[in-house]
């Protein structure tokens, strides 16, 4: 079981940047964000491999970088240029090594003026 903690959530202005984290309780394959707005299905953000190995969803390309610190089992989502409709709920993502999936209990990110 692999446990996962988000921090760094908020309200932003558009154009802001916002950094969210989450650490999780041991070593896993690959981490991620996924965000979840009302009324819309649960997409892809980012995801990292733990070899580094990135991947975007088109709309956040250019706009969020995503890290990991594999030592702290950490992985970061530095957000900038924000939008309004990157306002959603964002949710840690784990592979396991096991290729379980785990999620973390989600974090809102409100970007309005």
């Known amino acids: 079981q692999v446990q996962l903690v988000e921090s760094g959530g908020g309200l932003v202005q558009p154009g802001g940047s916002l950094t969210l984290s989450c650490a999780g309780s041991r070593s896993v394959s690959s981490m991620g964000w996924y965000r979840q707005a009302p009324g819309k299905q649960r997409e892809l953000v980012a995801v990292i491999t733990s070899g580094g190995s990135t991947n975007y969803a088109d709309s956040v390309k250019g706009r969020f970088t995503i890290s990991r610190d594999n030592a702290k089992n950490t992985v970061y989502l530095q957000m900038n240029s924000l939008k309004p409709e990157d306002t959603a709920v964002y949710y840690c993502?784990?592979?396991?090594?096991?290729?379980?999936?785990?999620w973390g209990q989600g974090t809102q990110v409100t970007v309005s003026s």
């Open positions: 993502y784990a592979l396991g090594f096991s290729a379980v999936s785990y």
